[in-house]
Nanobody
Framework: VQLQASGGDFVQPGGSLTLSCTAS????????IGWFRQAPGKERDFVAA?????????YTDSVKGRFTISRDNAKNTVYYLQMNSLNPEDTAVYYC???????????????????WGQGTQVTVSS
């Protein structure tokens, strides 16, 4: 099983983008999902996570108040990352992944997530 992130684009500072996360061959409805990002030359870092019910979320400090993670309640296969007030430091390849059932809620460890797929490039520049 792999997830697919999409919606990346080139955007000017202060702009907005919405990324989508879908599964290749199964419904995501029963899984907590996380978003990560990897800037050039850097490690992949945690961004946000949401429960499969959509009622609980948490974010890394640098995106709090600017990014919103959500799920489409009508479609159990789609999760979103709404990104506002983008700045050049947000430039990265963004990935979504499934939180492992053994993971502790609140984790930001890459090892606690799996089913990584191809990411989507977000470039913030003037």
């Amino acid at each position: 099983v792999q997830l697919q992130a999409s919606g990346g684009d080139f955007v000017q500072p202060g702009g907005s983008l919405t990324l989508s996360c879908t599964a290749s061959d199964f419904a995501l409805g029963a899984y907590a999902i996380g978003w990560f990002r990897q800037a050039p030359g850097k490690e992949r870092d945690f961004v946000a996570a949401i429960t499969w019910t959509g009622d609980r979320t948490y974010y890394t400090d640098s995106v709090k108040g600017r990014f919103t993670i959500s799920r489409d309640n009508a479609k159990n296969t789609v999760y979103y990352l709404q990104m506002n007030s983008l700045n050049p430091e947000d430039t990265a390849v963004y990935y979504c992944a499934i939180m492992k059932v053994s993971a502790r809620w609140g984790t930001s460890r890459e090892a606690d997530f799996g089913s990584w797929g191809q990411g989507t490039q977000v470039t913030v520049s003037s």
